[in-house]
């Protein structure tokens, strides 16, 4: 078989990814290799990429990316959901970023954090190459996961979000509150899962976070997006909305981001992972045991 010896922008963000979150070098280049890479192509290129030099990459799938038209851009200054009116306070098109104010109550984010304090676990991330969970040191956050509509609380949340975002509640993934104590941080990564981890039967890809702030912190843990040099403040009770998969199934590359480390104090926030379709199985087993 003819051996690869060329990488994709994809693979090029997917191994400088995995090596930020602390996976060693020899076993991406052992998965790469497994993957049907050339040997000496797969170190060569590790190298490359560790002392930071130019490598050649084609597109292997689709570019540019094609922007789309996005409902809450379309929404005006506020957005009045059934229980509170969210003011837009900032809006880029590409990518798609909002930063959103008044999306919680005070009272709101405090019953999260209460909620979560005895529920933290170190935070973990999808092994790219075994596909298991696990702690790496690039997410040194803790965090707690929620089931979808877990307490009353959460679900009066999860409505609002889905009618400020005008995706359905069932295409978010369960809650996700992280803590981050002083010098933690979760470095730079995309939210979307490589092409090969997309499980189609269960939501799809990943095509938008919902990032809500639960507490203002006095130095450090802003949220960066550094491909366009965007540096968001956590302020308590407000929300950033970014956009980065489209109906082609393409992903944004500009989407990339990390939550560098707090300074002082601790961070609160809670993420909502938005997919393209419904992830819960429930109803396909339904229809299966009832034929
Ligand atoms: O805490 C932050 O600012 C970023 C969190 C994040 O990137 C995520 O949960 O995917
Ligand atoms: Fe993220």
Redesign the pocket.
Known sequence: MEKITRISNELKDWIQQTLRSGVNPESIVAAMVKKGFDQSFAYSTMLRILNKQSLETVDASQSPYMYEPIDLAKRGNIIATTDREIKVLLKMDKPFITYLDNVLSTEECDQLIHLSRNRLQPSEIIDPITGEKKSVPGRT?KGAYYHLNETSLISTIERRLAEITSHPIEHGEGL?V?N?DVGEE?KA?F?YFPANQVDTEKGGQRVA?F?LYLNDVAAG???IFPKIGLS?V?KKGTAVYFHYGNSYGQVDRMSL???IPVLTGE?W?A?K?IRQTTISQKKKTEEVLSK
């Open positions: 956050s996700q992280l981050y979760y990564h939210d976070t990032l843990g802003e949220t968001i956590p981001h990390s939550s961070k926030v993420t992972w």
